[in-house]
C-alpha cells in the first residue's frame, strides 16, 4: 500500500514540472490510476512516456507496494 501522495511526490521527483492526479481504485491503495502532464514527454511516444514514470515508481512496483497501475500521460494543451 502507497499513499497517494507518495506516489505524487517521487514522480515530481523524476519529473520536476509534472501535474500529477492519482486516483485509488479499490481503496486498498495498491491498485491506482495515476494521469501525468508534463512537458518532459513532449517528443516521446506513449512507450517512453511511460517508462518514465514506471521509473520514478520503480520502487513501489519492484515491492508490490503498487500492484496495478493505470497510467495516462500526455503534454500540456
Not at 45 to 60: F, G, S, T
Amino acid at each position: 500500500m502507497v499513499q497517494p501522495d507518495a506516489v505524487t511526490s517521487a514522480i515530481r521527483r523524476a519529473i520536476p514540472d509534472a501535474q500529477v492526479s492519482v486516483e485509488d481504485l479499490t481503496g486498498g491503495g495498491d491498485h491506482l490510476q495515476v494521469s501525468v502532464v508534463s512537458t518532459a514527454f513532449d517528443g516521446l511516444n506513449r512507450i517512453r512516456q511511460h517508462q518514465l514514470v514506471y521509473r520514478a515508481l520503480r520502487e513501489e512496483l519492484a515491492s508490490e507496494a503498487i500492484h496495478a497501475l493505470a497510467l495516462n500521460t500526455s503534454t500540456p494543451d
